[in-house]
Each structure stands twice: as C-alpha cells, then as structure tokens.
C-alpha cells in the first residue's frame, strides 16, 4: 500500500523576475513501512520537499497523496488537523515542550485530537517503554539528555498514529552513541510495528541504516537506490 | 502497541475546537513562569497598580458615603416641599398654604415615616463678639427628629430642649464664629411680618457638629412657637415641609407621586435640592472606573510588551505546535489564556491587598485633618472610613479581565503570522 504518492511535483519560487525551481518534477511513491533517507546537498530542494510531505507547504503544481488523501488540494487549516492525525514529525532540535514533562509531551499530541484519558495514559506509556524511557515520564526536557529528548519527539511522533514519520535531521545535534541508540529505536519500530519512516539527512549513519535512499540535486530525485 | 500505524484517519474538519482545554490552560499556566523575573515584574506593576486603584477607590467611596449620609440623614432629608415662590426670594409670605392639612395628608401616606413642617426666616444673629447672618429653622423638636438625625449630632448642650424660652441650636462653625458656648446669649435680628425689624435674645442650647463647615454656619434651629411669635405669625405657618421615606429605593417615584399629587407646590428630593450631591451620587462611580480605567491602559502596554518578548522566545515553539497539528485558534487560545492568567494573578493580588487594607483602616478611619484642614469647610469629612462595595469589586475584577484579553490580542496574533514550515528552522 502506498503510503506517499508524489506526481510532477513543482515547487517554483520567483526571485526578481527570475523563477527558481525549488523542486522540479518531482515523482515519488514510498510504501508502508519502508525506511527511506533523503539525502542532497544544500540548495537541492530537500528542505522545500520535506515540508511539501509533511502539509507544511503547498506546491506550485503537481499532486501528493498521502494515506489516498490529496493534501495539495486542502485549505491550511484543514492541513493543520491533516497533519494532527497522519504524520509524525521528529525535529532536528527536538523541539519537545520545555513546560511539560517526557509523558506530557507525548500525551500532548492525543490531547489535541481529543482523545479519552485511558486511551492516552496506556499509549503514552508503551511508547515510552518503546524509546527505552521507562522510568522518566516525570522528567522535563531539560533534565533529559539530547539522545533522550530526542527519543521523546520520536514517541511523540507516533502518540497520534501517523501514517508515516517524517524526521529532519534527527541525528544533526547528537553524538555518535546517541545517534546509534535513536537509530535502533527507530529501525526496530519500523521492523516490529511496521512504521514508515522518511528522514531528510546529511549523517551517513542514517544513511547506511536506510533501506531506501533517495538522493535530490537541483529540484530532482537523480538516485532512488534500494538496498 | 498495534502491528499497524496506519489507524489514524482524516476528517476534513478545521483543526480546533475545544478539545485539549485543560492541557492548554496547564501549559499557559506554566508558560508563564518560564521567566519567572520578567512575569514577576509584571505581576508586581500589575499588584501594585491593582492596589492603588482598589484602595483609591474604596477611599473615596467611603468619603462620598459619608457625604451623601451627611447630606441626606442630616441635612436635607429625602423630599421637601415649599411654596413656589420660596426659592426666589425666602420672604416670610411665601408660606405653604393650608399646611396643616398638607401635613396630615402626607402622615398618612404609608410610603412616608417622618413629616416636619418647619418655618424658615433669614436674619442676622450677633454675640458679644461679632455677627453673621443665618438661616433661622423653626422646628418642632420631635417631629424634627423624624426627618434628619441632627439630634445625635449634638457635640455639646442638647437638641432643643433643657431651657423653657428661646432655646437655640447652632453648628459648630458658628459657635467658634461668634465665640460662644452653650448657655451663652445670642441676639437674633431679622423682619417680622409687618415689614419692621425686631430683636430677641436666645440662650444657646447645644451646638451640633457633622463636619460641614458651611451647613453648621449656615443654620440655627430654634422652636417653631418662638420664631412665629417674634415673627409676629401664626404658629401653623411652614415654609418648608421636610418628607422622609421608609424606602429611600423609591425616591424617584415617590417624588413623582407627590409632585403630580401637589402640583401647586414645589417638591424636590435630595438629588434636586441639593445638585452637588446628585452629581457625586450619580458621577462618583464612573469617576472611580474611569481611574482604575487608567491605571490598567497603563498596565496594559506593560502587558503587550511582556508578551510579545515571550512570543518572540518562543517562535521555534510556536512553529512547531503549528506543525504538528496545533490550529491556529487553539494556539491564539493559549497565547490569550497565558495573558489574562498574568494578569489575572497580578489583578487579584492587587485587589486583595487593596480590601485588606480598606478593611484594617474601615474601623477608625484615616484622618486627613492634619493635611486637608480645608475639607470640612466645604462639607467634606476630613476622617474618611473606605467602604468596600461588592459590585465595585466585581466590575474592578472584570475590568482587569477585559484588559487581559484586550492585552492578549496583538501577541497572540502576531505569533499567528509564522509559518510553521519558517518557524521550526529559525535559530534562536
């Protein structure tokens, strides 16, 4: 099953009478469950096309269906309550809730869709158990390390089941044993529970752990190499 | 955990509503003290302004009280009736017709508890020092006692009674005014009847005191029997029939009633008799919310930039509940709650502080004496008691609510304005 369908995706920005093309044509399809990196240098397009997956941006032209939704055709605040209920997002800085604790960031999500107190408790609880947090629900970010804040974002990612993951720079801030630790959180969430994950990403350690990389230079996919 | 991910569906709704309302209200609430310095100052500029306001308020409340007290259980009474033609020129002619059956008929009303008809002549009254002149009141005492409490106000001597001839009540002022004392003599002067002058000697029975100057130099009550007979009239004769209610809640209706009833005859109330009194009465309120009004407009820019500092801060954050699915009214709704909760903890501390300090000072008062000797002079008691009016407080409360949210918009939304997609990537 198709999890994200891109097809002729453009994405043109005019600077000075002069039009760029961010993203160029851009066709894609990634299934349920696969671990795809994007890769590319700066001024590929990975960003632009990043925040065209995630409902983050509205392309010029061109179609992205996800989960069978076309979201190049929604209002931005009908993306807002897509994007609520159908993609994770892991941030480069984590980007967790410094007020709140480990167990409130993650309930956070479910809070915002409205769902009953039981529902929440017991998923917020097994998804921290997921990431390896068990015992520090009640710490707040600044307590935890980068590697755990980080691990919070991914249990908070998947608090609404998504339909996919999608991580910017996951690893950007964290050092090499962390790193290692969040991608084999992440590589067995996919394995056992079968989550799609997509990660934009410059660390060859993603790289080599992806299934799938596709690698993104001038607005254009040139590489889609499955391992 | 499920085998699949995929359980999440869309509904095409608009991302909101209601839902998350206590997590939201939580994180504003700690939002709030993220920097606890800056809420800190706020919160105190807020407490201390809230203070100054609430206890400027219940100050002069309780002084325009006590001067509507004064005005209305002490000097004037609730209605008074006169001839038409008294106001103009106080001639001794000007009598009320037919007062007697006036006063009979107005007894009878069951919305009225006191009726006095009082006779009222201008003329001069002189000690062995100086003279002034003065407005003579011919009352009888008990009927008297039945529309003002003037009685209870007598510093020293007695009202009208303890002496079988000519006894006279004056105020205070005008005891010190002419340097007299109780039991002293006083010579009065004014016109009888028939157009001549005439003097009479009076024995000063009391002196009263209810911190107007101007009313206890003004007027002198002396029996009724003793101004007709050195006026040379009939001792039935009343210038100035003085009405108390038993609701002073009716006043206006009942004022109409017996305007309508005695339309050849003048009936005013208080508020007319005295236009100073009807103002403080019906402007002291709007004074003291146009001034709390003040303070909190000046609170208010404090307010905004306190906010928009912590909204700036948090633009990565803001971005990023935008992101993963936070509408845009759910995040205006934090922004605004987190602003009326700031101000709402600085209103309320402000406020208490301000009712504990009305409370300790309502019992003994505060004197101004020392610094306003001028106050009792134009019928302003110089010992103030601050009074607390529950609907003041509450409309004050809500006055520091509206502010909140009025403080609340122009943060929460410029916050509005990024994009998340922006936002998230911006380096703070």
């Known amino acids: ?227 | 955990m499920k085998k699949s991910t995929n359980t999440g569906s869309f509904t095409p709704s608009i991302g909101g509503g209601w839902g998350g309302g206590s997590m939201i209200t939580s994180i504003s609430w700690k939002n709030i003290w993220r920097n606890r310095v800056r809420s800190g100052v706020i919160i105190a500029a807020i407490t201390i302004g809230m203070f100054a306001g609430v206890f400027t308020a219940t100050f002069y409340k309780g002084w325009i009280k006590q001067r509507l007290n004064a005005g209305v259980e002490t000097e004037v009474s609730h209605i008074q009736i006169h001839n038409r033609e008294f106001g103009e020129n106080y001639e001794l002619k000007c009598f009320i017709p037919e007062s007697a059956k006036l006063k009979e008929e107005l007894s009878k009303e069951n919305f009225i508890d006191g009726v006095s008809a009082r006779m009222v002549v201008q003329g001069m009254i002189a000690s062995t020092e100086t003279g002034t002149g003065v407005r003579l009141l011919g009352v009888d005492p008990e009927k008297e006692k039945t529309v003002i409490n003037l009685y209870k106000k007598v510093a020293d001597g007695q009202f009208l009674e303890g002496m079988k001839r000519n006894p006279v009540l004056i105020g205070k002022k005008l005891a010190d005014k002419l340097k007299v004392k109780v039991h002293s003599k006083l010579v009065v002067t004014l016109q009888d009847s028939q157009g001549h002058l005439t003097n009479e000697a009076f024995r000063v029975c009391g002196i009263y005191s209810i911190g107007n100057g101007m009313f206890e130099e003004m007027n002198v009550f002396v029996l009724k029997a003793d101004l007709a007979r050195v006026v040379q009239v009939d001792e039935t004769t009343t210038h100035e029939m003085v009405v108390h209610l038993k609701n002073h809640d009716q006043l206006k209706e009942d004022t109409e009633l017996l305007a309508k009833k005695y339309s050849q005859l003048l009936v005013q109330d208080w508020q007319q008799l005295t236009p100073e009194l009807g103002i403080l009465n019906e402007y002291g309120n709007t004074y003291i919310y146009f001034f709390i009004g003040i303070i909190l407009l000046s609170l208010g820019f404090g307010i905004v930039n306190t906010m928009l500092m912590a909204v700036m801060e948090r633009v990565k954050e803001i971005g990023m509940l935008m992101a993963v699915g936070m509408s845009k009214f759910r995040v205006f709704w934090m922004l605004m709650l987190e602003t009326v909760l700031l101000t709402l903890t600085g209103g309320i501390f402000g406020i208490l502080l301000g009712l504990l300090v009305t409370i300790a000072t309502s019992k003994n008062g505060i004197d101004l004496s020392f610094y306003a000797k001028g106050l009792e002079d134009m019928g302003y008691s110089s010992h103030v008691y601050p009074t607390i009016e529950i609907n003041m407080v509450v409309v004050i409360v809500i006055l520091v609510l509206i502010t909140g949210l009025i403080a609340s918009i122009y943060p929460a939304r410029k916050a509005l304005k990024y994009k998340p997609a922006e936002a998230i990537r911006i380096d703070m």
């Open chain 1, 1 to 227: 099953m198709n999890v994200i369908e891109v097809k002729q995706l453009e994405k043109v920005y005019n600077d000075s009478e002069v039009k760029v093309y961010a993203l160029n044509g851009v066709d894609l399809t990634i299934e349920e469950g696969e671990f795809t990196a994007i890769v590319g240098p700066s001024g590929s397009g990975k960003t632009t096309f990043l925040n065209m997956l995630g409902g983050l941006d509205q392309p010029t032209s061109g179609y992205i269906s996800i989960g069978g939704t076309e979201i190049s055709q929604l209002s931005s605040s009908q993306l807002i309550n897509f994007r609520l209920n159908n993609i994770g997002f892991v941030f480069q800085a984590y980007n967790l809730i410094p007020v709140l604790t480990a167990k409130e960031n993650v309930e956070f999500i479910m809070h915002l869709q409205n769902q009953p107190k039981a529902e929440r408790e017991s998923r917020t609880m097994a998804l921290l158990k997921a990431v390896g947090l068990e015992g520090r629900e009640n710490s707040r970010p600044n307590k935890l390390s980068g590697g755990q804040q980080q691990r919070v974002a991914v249990a908070r990612a998947l608090a609404s089941k998504p339909k996919f993951v999608l991580a910017d720079e996951p690893t950007a801030n964290l050092d090499s044993k962390s790193t290692e630790n969040l991608l084999e959180i992440m590589e067995e969430l996919n394995k056992k529970e079968n989550i799609t994950f997509v990660f934009s990403t410059h660390d060859q350690r993603v790289v080599n752990k992806a299934r799938r990389v596709l690698t993104l230079e001038d607005g254009k996919i040139i590489s889609d190499v499955r391992k």
